[in-house]
Nanobody, 118 residues
Framework: QVHLEESGGGLVQPGGSLRLSCSAS????????MGWYRQAPGKQRELVAV???????NYADSVKDRFTISRDDLKSTVVLQMNNLRPEDTAVYYC????????????WGQGTRVTVFS
């Protein structure tokens, strides 16, 4: 089992910044991916950014030049730095832990709301 704790959501003006943090605890050893997904009202959940325990990261095209994901393996934490936020970034952001090896697993945080509005 893996437990995820999220923080950092809130209200921000267009062009502003927010930093989301997700800390994992439990059975987190092995090859895994930790990242952020988001779901806007009336839309499907989509990948925002993901970081792999063996290195590397991926981003959605819409956030590639504005968001940065980082990983602290000692603290089992991923941070999503979001800059130049736009109204279309408004969504509930969910932290995700996906075990790959030795066995597959999938865990989700409760979600944190990000609202970009002026």
């Amino acid at each position: 089992q893996v437990h995820l704790e999220e923080s950092g959501g809130g209200l921000v003006q267009p062009g502003g910044s927010l930093r989301l943090s997700c800390s994992a605890s439990g059975s987190i050893l092995g090859f895994n991916a930790m990242g952020w997904y988001r779901q806007a009202p009336g839309k499907q959940r989509e990948l925002v950014a993901v970081s792999f325990s063996r290195g590397g990261s991926n981003y959605a095209d819409s956030v590639k030049d504005r968001f940065t994901i980082s990983r602290d393996d000692l603290k089992s934490t991923v941070v999503l730095q979001m800059n130049n936020l736009r109204p279309e970034d408004t969504a509930v952001y969910y932290c995700n832990f996906r075990g790959i090896s030795p066995g597959p697993s999938d865990y989700w945080g409760q979600g944190t709301r990000v609202t970009v509005f002026s």
